[in-house]
Structures are given as structure tokens and as C-alpha cells.
């Protein structure tokens, strides 16, 4: 089984409907993170969280929330949404007792279609 | 000016050469250095880290960092079809736990 899922895998949906993206992991990892991949622009990131109690928002968290509803789940919410958030949408977790290297390990992605 | 910038490429290279990835970052603070391969539609997988200036080998991938020159580079020997990919590199800036990606750089290897 993957250490990080994503649900859905894709999803086309309708300009202002509300959706939900979630990712779980079995890695026993206390932060997680959710970016956004759109074609020459790279990952950017929208939000992490360093427990569960910790959450921040990222270089585009606008028109984004989360929740991160136990360590191993992080969910993001997009409230009302937009063709312009059409992306590919990554999670990822990392493990804070690494220290200074805290590599980051990716879910599958889930690639989201607004019209 | 991009934090981290990669020229997009693509890189092509023929099947055996040695394959030449650069990154080059703003902040003099940073600290940690990642490379990922991400295939076409796939998520991004790790290469390797690097956060001392010098050289990391990693059988056919070492990683290069100039802290000096505020660049760091990506080596592929025996370049292999199968390493056709984008390539991300990743930095780690200052005492922050946020990871800044380039916007990668596409290598195709021609048999």
C-alpha cells in the first residue's frame, strides 16, 4: 500500500461548486503540506501543518482552506471554485526528527478540472 | 527574480553521456538542497539531498553544491532512457521548514 493516498485521483467539477481534496498517510509523520502544480510554474505551496494544532498558510493559500482532522489526515478545501484553480494538487508529509534534511514525500496527486 | 531557478530545457543527451542539471537560488541562507525526478503526470520522488558544500554520490547521481555561488547541480552518469523526466530542484531557505521549487528542467536521454 502507498504511504501517502490522495482522493480523489481526479475530479472535474463546475465553477463554484465546493470541493474537498484529502490525503492520508501511513508514514507516521507529523507535518504535512498541500501545492499546487501548474505547467512552467513548478510546486507552490498553498498550506502545511506542523501538528495538528498548527496550521499556516502557504504562498497561495487565497481561495483555499484545510483541515487537518488527525496526524496522519490533511484535507483541503476549495470553497467556491474557479477555472483558474484548475492544477495538478499535491500532498506531502515529512518527519520534523529528521532535523535540518526533513525530506518531503509525495502522494500520488490529484489532478482537478474546473469549468 | 526567482528564488530558485532552473533553466526548463529541455536537455537532450544521448544514451550514455553524462547529463549536467543546474539550480541556482537567491537566498544565502539556505540550508538543505533536494532533487526530485518527476515522470510525466506522476508525483515528484526524491534523487537525493545535499546540504555541505562539495560533492554527494549516489550510484549514478551526484549531486554538486557552491554555497559561494549560490548554485547547486545535478549529475546523471550513463544516462539511461529511462531517466527522461523533469527534474525539480528544491531548497530549503534560512531556518524555515518550507521547501521553494524551481520549476524544473525536462531531460531527455535519445537511445
Known amino acids: 500500500d502507498a504511504d501517502v493516498t490522495q482522493t480523489p485521483r481526479n475530479r472535474i467539477t463546475k465553477t463554484g461548486k465546493r470541493i474537498m481534496l484529502e490525503c492520508s498517510q501511513t508514514?507516521?509523520?507529523?507535518?504535512m503540506y498541500w501545492y499546487r502544480q501548474d505547467p512552467g510554474l513548478g510546486l507552490r505551496l498553498i498550506y502545511y501543518?506542523?501538528?495538528?494544532?498548527?496550521?499556516n498558510k502557504g504562498e497561495i493559500s487565497d481561495g483555499y482552506s484545510v483541515s487537518r482532522q488527525a496526524q496522519a489526515k490533511f484535507s483541503l478545501s476549495l470553497e467556491s471554485a474557479i477555472p483558474n484553480q484548475t492544477a495538478l494538487y499535491f500532498c506531502a508529509t515529512s518527519d520534523s526528527r529528521e532535523g535540518a534534511t526533513d525530506t518531503q514525500y509525495f502522494g500520488p496527486g490529484t489532478r482537478l478540472t474546473v469549468l | 527574480q526567482k528564488e530558485v531557478e532552473q533553466n526548463s530545457g529541455p536537455l537532450s543527451v544521448p544514451e550514455g553521456a553524462i547529463a549536467s542539471l543546474n539550480c541556482t537560488y537567491s537566498?544565502?541562507?539556505?540550508?538543505?538542497f533536494f532533487w526530485y525526478r518527476q515522470y510525466s503526470g506522476k508525483s515528484p520522488e526524491l534523487i537525493m539531498f545535499?546540504?555541505?558544500?562539495g560533492d554527494k554520490e549516489d550510484g549514478r547521481f551526484t549531486a554538486q553544491l557552491n554555497k559561494a555561488s549560490q548554485y547547486v547541480s545535478l549529475l546523471i552518469r550513463d544516462s539511461q532512457p529511462s531517466d527522461s523526466a523533469t527534474y525539480l530542484c528544491?531548497?530549503?531557505?534560512?531556518?524555515?521548514?518550507?521547501?521553494?521549487f524551481g520549476s524544473g528542467t525536462r531531460l531527455l536521454v535519445r537511445p
Open positions: 545535499i546540504y555541505s558544500n
Open positions: 501543518s506542523f501538528d495538528v494544532k498548527d496550521i
Open positions: 537566498d544565502r541562507g539556505s540550508q538543505s
Open positions: 528544491a531548497v530549503r531557505m534560512d531556518s524555515s521548514y518550507k521547501l521553494i
Open positions: 508514514k507516521g509523520h507529523d507535518r
